[in-house]
């Protein structure tokens, strides 16, 4: 059996859906970011502006750079108090209407994005570890589509880029969340074209690709490729662009895992992971990542063993 998204109809479109121009905090013009991403070879990005009073509550009007080969996705960058850190809320909102309004002087983190997601956006709760996000935190964002597993801004200015660990820590509690890959490129340090996602569609359309995103018919990375997933039963077949490493992870200590040098496929019987002396229970679900010889990564999104039978 194929899994998704290599399953779906139509083609994989690469896009970005985290970036700042100078309608928030950014240090380009938006025309300039756009065309920037164009010719970095995108299929979409998304201006995630800074929605706070400080900048007027921006949400950009993308419309403009929309073209036969290149579209947008209307969104932001949504904030409201607190943190378990005592820091405003980051969270991403793709798909929102021009009109959405500003927040409230007493709105949550939690009620901002639920009033998003009720507007029809995409929620990720946006880089975890650069906002020193708890599981109490991700906890709070109950309407979230997905944790933002890799942002490549963070991990440039300090070293704080990674999600993973929320991501699976929320995944144990049941959640059912996909992972997304972004730049939030700023452009005043090397901070973009490090992080996006593939979306399968069957065509570049605003809606349609949303619609992918909900559905969780994508993947993120930094470069390498995953080409195809298949199982029958609990034996897993991978393909890739070649990669040094292929690994499954799960919800506790088991992996399967294959190295060596430009690896472009990795068989498993993924049964071993519910073997082990350290075991005390199996994971209901697992994923799988590919590491290329540079250290950079592609993730697939999680695959529930109850959705598989």
């Not at 201006?47 to 932001?76: C, K, M, Q, V, Y």
């Not at 309407?143 to 820590?169: K, M, P, S, T, W």
């Not at 144990?172 to 939030?184: I, K, M, P, Q, V």
Request: glycine content about 8%; aromatic content about 10%.
């Amino acid at each position: 059996m194929q899994l998704s998204p290599f399953s779906a109809p139509g083609r994989f479109w690469r896009g970005n859906l985290h970036t700042h121009s100078t309608l928030s905090d950014g240090a380009l013009e938006p025309g300039v970011v756009v065309e920037a991403y164009k010719n970095a070879g995108y299929d979409f990005m998304m201006l995630s502006e800074h929605f706070i009073s400080d900048f007027d509550w921006p949400i950009a009007d993308t419309r403009p750079f929309r073209s036969n080969n290149f579209t947008t996705i209307i969104g932001s960058e949504l904030h409201a108090p607190e943190t378990s850190s005592g820091e405003l809320w980051h969270i991403v909102a793709a798909g929102l209407p021009l009109d959405f309004p500003a927040a409230g002087p007493d709105e949550s983190g939690a009620r901002i994005a639920r009033r998003a997601h009720e507007a029809g956006a995409f929620i990720g709760i946006a880089h975890p570890a650069w906002s020193q996000l708890t599981i109490e935190d991700g906890r709070d964002i109950d309407c979230a589509h997905a944790v933002e597993i890799y942002n490549h801004g963070c991990a440039i200015e300090n070293d704080r880029g990674e999600g993973f660990y929320l991501l699976d820590q929320l995944l144990n509690e049941g959640r059912r969340l996909s992972a997304f890959a972004t730049d939030d490129a700023h452009f005043k340090t090397p901070d973009h074209f490090g992080g996006w996602v593939h979306v399968k569609a069957d065509r570049l359309d605003p809606d349609v690709l949303l619609a992918a995103l909900k559905a969780g018919r994508y993947y993120p990375s930094q470069g390498p490729q995953i080409l195809d997933l298949r199982i029958e039963g609990k034996e897993l077949a991978i393909a890739t662009t070649p990669v040094d490493t292929i690994t499954v992870v799960c919800g506790n200590s088991r992996t399967c895992v294959r190295s060596g040098r430009a690896i472009t496929e990795a068989e498993f019987d993924l049964k071993s992971m519910e073997e082990g002396w350290l075991l005390r229970r199996t994971s209901p679900w697992f994923r799988v990542v590919a590491i290329d010889q540079a250290g950079k990564r592609a993730w697939s999104n999680p695959f529930w063993w109850d959705e598989l039978a």
